[in-house]
T-cell receptor, first 116, second 112 residues
Framework: DTAVSQTPKYLVTQMGNDKSIKCEQN?????MYWYKQDSKKFLKIMFS???????INETVPNRFSPKSPDKAHLNLHINSLELGDSAVYFC???????????????FGAGSRLTVL | GQNIDQPTEMTATEGAIVQINCTYQ??????LFWYQQHAGEAPTFLSY????GLEEKGRFSSFLSRSKGYSYLLLKELQMKDSASYLC?????????????FGTGTKLQVIP
């Protein structure tokens, strides 16, 4: 199936631990994103990569480090997890970001992170 | 920066019409999107406007006025399955690249 897939879907961990979320898209898109959706359902952009190059880096703690080994993959590593990191993290992809047109975002199913 | 406002919640009756408004303030505007998100699921694309006017797609229509920084999503012949959150999102240029920023979403409840 053509899609944006992210793993794991659920992640429960203790404060202070380090965890990673992986994302892969087989849509041939050039641009990938990480969004965070908090308990109030506000969807906030964290990072964006265009063909492995970091192009958007919002005000996110240094504990969050994205890595894009190739344009089809974008992973998110989080160090020293805090309670406030509990949220749903959505990976998304779109065609080349600067191309005219809709450039619709296709989202993965989300990874629900719970920090205890 | 951007400021995107939409109502937090709305309730409408099955079979009726509902209009969800979105106002925004941004520089470098380059398109407005509406996404639908059912509880526990990913957002899915509904519509896109970059020029002023109405875009119609079946039961859903979206309107844009760039001079007023205003858009609305119109849902006709409401069905129970339309109960979801509707997210307004604005694309603009940020540091040389285009960025899509979402509003806080409007939770629509459709009642019998």
């Amino acid at each position: 199936d053509t899609a944006v897939s992210q793993t794991p879907k659920y992640l429960v961990t203790q404060m202070g631990n380090d965890k990673s979320i992986k994302c892969e898209q087989n849509l041939g898109h050039d641009t990938m994103y990480w969004y965070k959706q908090d308990s109030k359902k506000f969807l906030k952009i964290m990072f964006s990569y265009n063909n492995k190059e970091l192009i958007i880096n919002e005000t996110v703690p240094n504990r969050f480090s994205p890595k894009s080994p190739d344009k089809a993959h974008l992973n998110l590593h989080i160090n020293s997890l805090e309670l406030g990191d509990s949220a749903v993290y959505f990976c998304a992809s779109s065609p080349k970001i600067d191309r005219p047109g809709a450039n619709v975002l296709t989202f993965g199913a989300g990874s629900r992170l719970t920090v205890l | 920066g951007q400021n995107i406002d939409q109502p937090t919640e709305m309730t409408a009756t099955e079979g009726a019409i509902v209009q969800i408004n979105c106002t925004y303030q941004t520089s470098g505007f380059n398109g407005l999107f509406w996404y639908q998100q059912h509880a526990g699921e990913a957002p899915t694309f509904l519509s896109y406007n970059v020029l002023d006017g109405l875009e119609e797609k079946g039961r859903f229509s979206s309107f844009l006025s760039r001079s007023k920084g205003y858009s609305y999503l119109l849902l006709k012949e409401l069905q129970m399955k339309d109960s979801a959150s509707y997210l307004c999102a604005v694309r603009d240029r940020s540091g040389g690249y285009q960025k899509v920023t979402f509003g806080t979403g409007t939770k629509l409840q459709v009642i019998p």
